[in-house]
């Protein structure tokens, strides 16, 4: 009797090898993070899709399980990430915060807000209110993990309790720490969107797609976070292997342009085409920037004699939106502007080219206006880089 008590507590209900035990962590805290990214951020707080009762009610209490966390909380203070990222009212933004903070003590965080009932009341609507919901997953929401435990420990006995420590620590590590805190800290940017959001690698897969947080804060309500040929979103694999089975619906997706490379003169679809592909047309203009840059380079090495360390921290400035620039930023440019028209040209028609959409008070036809005459200059400009962009610009349909 007592050898079998033993042999329980050793190794539990199922025996397992350490492989197997490894296996078995790493296919439920997936689960986890394919619940998070799907049901909690995705579904309910951007409301990108619709997914039928059996996967919703699934999540729903696999979190419950596995995390604790309430719907109503998560969705509410990631609505209010978004509406004031990186200020002081964000509430985990390494911006603000520092990256120490966040990536350490993002749960607490997280708990912190979750108490706060403003948060809770202007940016809760919307989600789950039910029976189940009100009377065991938020008013119980510590019963769950706790069962989970027990599990742990009748599936692989005393081993069972490092299961469940890496299924508790997970979402606060990948979720608080790494989306919240390096998601807006270091990576690449596709896309310069009002934060300071970034792509941590292209290949979400360990995150469940969140990696690609840069792309995801440009195009908040889409249920792909993908955007690139090269990158993955192993969250959008999965909804559209539930789409497909019919138990999820997408509502919405990032805008892919549309070329007509026929078009002579910029029309109204052209105009609508480059309003909504606004972060895509401002993409491919730094990439054309770029461009201009290394065919001046030369030129300010050689005869204008600009240091090594003046012309890498300029070439960075010409990347950033014109707007978030700060008067000494400003200066170095007018500096590198004194030897260099064709990058003054490019910066200026840059700022140009972006307050088209930012002029709602302009009717159509003025703002067409605006944009076939800023081709016709950028066209007559002798700049190669930004002759090309326009050709490109003036197809979009």
Known sequence: MFNAILDFLSNGVTGASAWQVVVFTLVVTHITIAAVTIYLHRGQAHRALDLHAIPSHFFRFWLWLTTGMVTKEWA?????????????????????????????????????ESKNLETMEKFGHGTPDDWIERNLYTKHSAYGIVAMLFIDLMLFGVVGLSVWAVQMIWIPITAAGIINGIGHYWGYRNYDCNDAATNIIPFGIIIGGEELHNNHHTFGTSAKLSSKWYEFDIGWMYIRILEICGLAK????????????????????????????RYDVMAKYAKSLKNAWHEERSHLTDKAKLGSGFLKSSKKLLQREPTKLEAPQKQQLTELFLHSKALQTMHEMRVELGAIWERSHFTRDQLLQQLQDWCARAEASGIKSLQDFSLRLRSYS
Do not use: M
């Not at 603000?96 to 003590?105: D, Q």
């Not at 509502?251 to 909504?276: E, G, R, W």
């Open 76 to 112: 509410a203070i990631h609505r209010k990430h978004h509406a004031k990222c990186d200020t002081e009212e964000d509430p985990h933004s390494p911006v603000t915060r520092g990256i120490k903070k966040v990536f350490w003590e993002g749960a607490e965080l997280y708990r912190a």
């Open 250 to 277: 997408v509502k919405k997706v990032a805008p892919a342009p549309k070329f007509n490379h026929t078009k002579l003169v910029p029309d109204l679809d052209t105009l609508q085409s480059v309003i909504a592909n």
